[in-house]
């Protein structure tokens, strides 16, 4: 499914095949160490540099590696990956690939989420075109003793699978409940082997990088995010789409770019990243400052901050594993929190206590999902508490 | 020959595990495609899918029930899912959900008594800029207002017996 709106991008330049052909004549050191020297960082959100993570699971000892490409994209606000397996799925296929002879893997699996079903023919004809073309199987690319090939997983619809232990649960035919960390999957990973869990857009840098260098990437972004990005953008814009931009572009000038300039406050990260208001449009999106997988939702002058703070909470409710306390219960609380604001019968006793409990799940939570389900709610609540306290409420 | 419900369940099912493998990594590939294909996992699918792979009808049963998109209770041959996640929701979500419910003439999380449409909610289907969007089966309905509700289900009504919403349009160009 094509994106309504979208600017050029760098993927469109890149030669499928280039990236691989420059890999293959190369150690298996010296691909790690040119995505290390680009400075390329995750891309779903989290930001572990990728030539790091490369690094550990090609120096784990065993017989059998895998890398997987995590398409389990469930952040809400987030459809850059939709677009890049539909236009750019080549790219994606060979950063696998790369990823795998790097840490010296033979299997690759894509993950990829029951909501997009719809993609499955289209990449299964992309991965048979690849092996017809020698690019993917074995003896790849004419190499003796070389061999990979990529399988495809479907997700089952649960958005906590794209929690990368989660996900291999959910591979290994479990319920998709995160494991705890340490071990983490680039030593005990599927199957207990060495995995590398990289992300569809990670992936695809990872083929430009090899392509055009690592230079090149660096030299974009700021020092501590290299490179440029793609952003989901939804909401109240005229323009909403999936666009590239560099690395530490400020919220204002993003927001311009795609026709936002009325807005009253932008979530950057989806459900679980922040909310950010007008006051702070100088800040700049980048690990060091606002990070975010790409999802930007953009709120107009018209919302009710209430009313999205209460949809947030209802996804994570609805989405929580369960596994463990504060993040199963503790979002059934907040989100109650909620319905007293829209009521208008919180105390700031009470508003301080539920803050003191977000807090506590951003520590105690046992994952990224209830490590950070609590961060719109907070930021929701510090910055607008002129808006959400002291309601009148409406007669139902 | 004639050949009971139950024994050809069990073709299909041991079939399957032919082609996944019998180990428990090949568990939720089997259940999507019984899912797929009965509209449901059976208790009696799922005893026999534990006695292929070898593991407690138990375990089976928890993985079921953690995932959204399998399910032991019989839904509908269109299963409707209407995003509900922030970029729906402001753009109109609710209007397309009361027609949903008009049209149908059930509510969320129920099942129209001929077996034909089950209507649920999503969380966030990744069409956020071109929403509200509506997942049913496989194929994505993207920008629907309450007015184009009733096209889209004449189409799934049309279609209905060959199975094949997910098989016609809706791929990717």
Known sequence: MKATNTNTFTFSTVEPGSGLKKAIKMKRSEIIAEVSASGLKGRGGAGFPTGVKWNLAAAAQAEQKYIICNADEGEPGTFKDRLLLSDFADLVCEGITIGGIAIGADKGVIYLRGEYTYLRPHLEAVLKRRREAGLLGEKLMGKDGLSFDIEIRMGSGAYVCGEETALIESLEGHRGEP?????????????????????????????????????????IGTDKSTGLKLFSI?????????????????????????????????????????????????????????????????????????????NFM??????????????????VKLLEGI????????????????????????????????????????????????EIMGRISQPA | MIQTEQEKLRDEIVALAGRYGRDRGALIPILQEIQKKRFQVSDFAMQLIA?????????????????SFLD???????VIRLCRTISCDMQGKERVARQLENDLGIKFGETTPDGKFTLEWANCLGMCDQSPAILINDRIFTEVTPEKVHDILEECRSTFGIFSVENREGRPA
Not at chain 1, 180 to 191: A, E, I, K, L, Q
Not at chain 1, 314 to 331: A, D, H, K, L, Y
Request: glycine share 10%; net charge neutral; proline share 6%.
């Open chain 1, 339 to 386: 319905r007293l604001l829209q009521e208008g019968r919180c105390s700031m006793q009470y508003i301080r206590e539920l803050m003191a409990l977000g807090e506590t799940m951003q520590v105690a939570s046992k994952c990224g999902l209830g490590q950070s389900s609590p961060n719109a709610f907070l930021s929701i609540v510090q910055n607008f508490k002129d």
């Open chain 1, 179 to 219: 494991r705890n960390r340490p071990p983490f999957p680039v030593d005990t990973g599927y199957f207990n082997l060495p995995t590398s869990v990289n992300n569809v857009e990670t992936l695809a840098w990872a083929t430009c990088i090899l392509a055009k260098g690592a230079g090149w990437f660096k030299k």
């Open chain 1, 234 to 310: 939804s909401g109240d814009v005229e323009r909403p789409g999936v666009y590239e931009f560099p690395m530490g572009i400020t919220i204002a000038e993003l927001l311009k770019q795609v026709g936002g300039e009325n807005t009253k406050a932008v979530q950057i990260g989806g459900a679980s990243g922040h909310c950010i208001p007008a006051s702070q449009f100088k800040r700049t999106i980048a690990f060091e400052d606002v990070p975010t997988g790409g999802s930007i939702i953009v709120f107009g002058p018209q919302r009710d901050m209430l009313d999205v703070a209460a």
């Open chain 2, 51 to 67: 006695d292929m792979l070898d593991i407690h009808p138990v375990e089976v049963y928890s993985v079921i029930s953690f995932y």
């Open chain 2, 72 to 78: 032991f209770a019989p839904k509908g041959k269109f």
């Open chain 1, 314 to 331: 209802e996804f994570f409710v609805e989405e929580s594993c369960g596994q463990c306390t504060p993040c199963r219960i503790g979002n």
